[in-house]
């Protein structure tokens, strides 16, 4: 008899260069979270008095919040409107928007000076204070969202086929739960700004600022619903449901229609139209915002060419992306001038010129690699993509 | 000391001499870093030409505003505006979001940007010396000024008293009682020599820049509440009208069938 001496690999590391670029970027994201809660924020970022909020809040809050919008959009036309043909979109998106949520959690948890007290929200409640609403309406949306993606888990294991089947079976009042709650914050970190008439240039600071968040976050939902689905095609190697996509497609200028005029009516109605050309670098953010993330795409996605092929698709939900991004930047961070520098202490984190440093971007960075990842990992060992049997 | 209703204080900026000792006094009597104290003054410099020469200087701290946009702000309720004046913080329910040094249109409330977790990161601000007006004393920077730029009292009695100085020296003073209207009223009164934004004031409105953000606060619950009728109203609709046509597709189908 001979034995068989060679040691078998009972764990082998196999990933492939894009799984280790995003560890790589998690650790380092790590790393200097660390180094915050060590050294306090000052030591990694450029915040200060003048710039309570920067880079952090404009990417992984305003920028986070809106690119899960996806989420209430497919899950409110499936089981609201009854437009069951949306169904092969309806995980993926709900994935997205559970992950950009949770993103969402872990970067406010290094933005916060005190981020074990973060369920203080819970139950300390100031009635008047917009972040309160948003806090609340964040935490009770994941856990809404973590009930509507349940099923897609439960139905790889045999034994809770009856949970998942429960779900389903009273999936009713959560969905609507999950779109006013969304209603509700989206459009609620509109009003976040509202407190800030002095301070935010009055091309953005407008009373319907809620409303206009609202409608920007349902385009940029549409949006990020072909842009997911588009991606996940190429990378999953899937058929991409372009029949669906076109159909998003045509609702986009619609939307973005209804912002146009609601923006530039509200700039009327104000008497703030002067300011379109008047404001130097502001006037510029406001031309770069409105041309790239409404006027191009209503543009591109009139033409019918454009929303039957897979890549005019993709482009075009790239632009609406770029432009409505530019847009919650500049809200939160580039029309925003804080009070006169002399009233700051002259010697001590006073610096009225903000620019986010490495270790801050790095941060967002990271969370964004983990939320691509953990993207990856759920749709390669759960059934995202593929419920068209299972529909309820 | 007659009995103060309205605690407030009054900055006269012409008799300001940049000494800068409310800042010791501030620190010493709030036992914090001279770099962090509550109060701070700010100079100007020297404006006009020759002999046309004015110098300002500013001595700035809380507002102490009748409708503190930091309470409105703040998530978790760590600010109290006090019935007789003081807006104060506690730092035992903060969670460090700094949205209070986004919404205070002065930028007054700071932040402990050096101090990690294990030290905590708390707001830091002017509490109007709790500790020493109600024990009958003046606050710690009003007590140790030299030039009496800064003074103490009761808020009307204060507005009154900068009016009438204003009306003794008109070629002295700008015509105007900073904090009287501005933001719904401060409790910080400031009168001064050169206009108020040299000074760094920001120009504000009488209503309170909270006001916009409050009214949809307060519509929040009833909007959801709507709302959530009007989807669940849709939703049965949708659904009562699917199953009717389902009914009629398998009526018909039936109806082939027999035929």
Redesign the interface.
């Known amino acids: 008899m001979k034995l068989n001496l060679t040691i078998q690999p009972r764990f082998r590391l196999n990933f492939s260069p894009l799984v280790w670029v995003l560890l790589t970027l998690m650790g380092i994201a790590f790393i200097v979270a660390m180094m915050r809660y060590t050294f306090g924020i000052g030591a990694i970022s450029d915040l200060s008095y003048s710039y309570p909020w920067g880079f952090w809040i404009s990417f992984d809050l305003f920028t986070g919040v809106v690119i899960s919008s996806g989420g209430f959009l497919m899950a409110g036309s499936v089981y609201i409107l009854g437009i069951k043909e949306f169904q092969p979109l309806l995980r993926p998106s709900v994935l997205t928007a559970s992950l950009g949520y949770l993103m969402v959690a872990i970067a406010l948890l290094v933005d916060l000076g005190q981020p074990l007290r973060i369920w203080y929200m819970m139950i300390h409640w100031n009635h008047t204070s917009v972040l309160l609403e948003i806090g609340i309406c964040v935490m009770t949306y994941l856990t809404v969202l973590a009930i509507e993606f349940a099923p897609v888990v439960l139905e790889r294991f045999p034994k809770l086929h009856q949970i998942a089947h429960l779900i389903h079976k009273y999936i009713m009042p959560f969905v609507i739960l999950g779109v006013v709650l969304s209603t509700l914050h989206q459009s609620s970190l509109g009003s976040l700004l509202l407190i800030q008439p002095t301070k935010l240039h009055p091309l953005w600071w407008t009373p319907i600022l809620p409303i206009m968040f609202f409608v920007s976050a349902i385009s940029v939902g549409l949006a990020m619903i072909i842009l997911e689905s588009s991606l996940s095609s190429r990378y999953f190697q899937r058929g991409l449901e372009t029949r669906l996509l076109e159909k998003l497609a045509k609702a986009l200028p619609i939307v973005l229609g209804i912002y146009a005029l609601l923006k530039f009516g509200e700039l009327a109605v104000a008497g703030d139209l002067g300011y379109l050309f008047t404001s130097g670098t502001m006037s510029i953010l406001f031309w770069a915002e409105i041309l790239i993330g409404v006027v191009t795409p209503i543009v591109w996605f009139s033409i019918k060419k454009n929303r039957t092929s897979p890549n005019a698709l993709l482009t075009g939900a790239i632009i609406v992306l770029l432009g409505m991004i530019l847009n919650r930047f500049n809200v939160s961070w580039f029309a925003v001038k804080h009070p006169d520098p002399l009233f700051y202490m002259p010697t001590f984190m006073s610096n009225v010129d903000y620019f986010p440093t490495l270790p801050e971007v790095s941060v967002s960075i990271g969370i964004f690699a983990a939320g691509i990842l953990a993207f990856g990992l759920l749709a390669k060992y759960f059934p995202v993509f593929e419920d068209e049997h299972h529909a309820a | 000391m007659t009995e103060i209703k309205h605690h407030a204080y009054l900055f006269d900026a012409t008799r300001c001499i940049d000494c800068r000792a409310c800042m010791v006094a501030c620190s010493v009597e709030n036992n914090i870093a001279m ?3 509550r109060i ?1 003054v ?1 100079g ?1 410099g020297i404006k006009g030409t020759y002999p046309d020469l004015q110098r300002g200087t ?1 001595v ?1 701290h809380c507002m102490h505003c009748e409708h503190p ?1 930091c ?7 760590a600010y109290t505006k006090a019935d007789d004046g003081p807006v104060t913080y506690n730092p035992d ?7 209070c ?3 205070c ?3 007054v409330p ?9 030290d ?4 830091d601000k002017c509490t109007f010396c709790p500790q020493r007006i109600y024990n009958g004393q003046e606050p710690a920077c009003v007590q140790t000024c030299p030039t009496d730029a800064l003074e103490y009292g009761d808020r009307d009695e204060l507005i009154a008293k900068a009016h009438e100085r204003i009306a003794a020296h008109p070629d002295r003073y700008i015509d105007h009682v900073y904090g009287e209207f501005e933001n719904g009223g401060t409790s910080y009164l400031i009168i001064s020599h050169i206009p108020f934004s040299e ?7 009488e209503t309170p ?2 006001e ?3 009214k ?2 307060e519509m ?1 619950i009833p ?2 509440l709507g ?2 009728a009007v ?2 109203g ?2 049965a609709g ?2 009562l ?2 199953k009717k046509q389902e009914e009629k597709a398998a009526v018909a189908e039936k109806a082939e069938a027999v035929k």
């Open positions: 770099d962090k104290t701070w700010a100007v500013m700035y946009d309470m409105s702000a703040c998530p978790v309720g329910l903060c969670i460090g979001c700094r949205y040094m986004n919404a249109p002065f930028g700071h932040f402990d940007y050096d101090k990690g977790i294990i905590g990161a708390f707001i000074l760094g004031l920001p120009n504000l409105p820049v909270n916009v953000s409050e949809v606060m929040t909007f959801a709302w959530g989807l669940s849709v939703a949708v659904g009208y699917n």
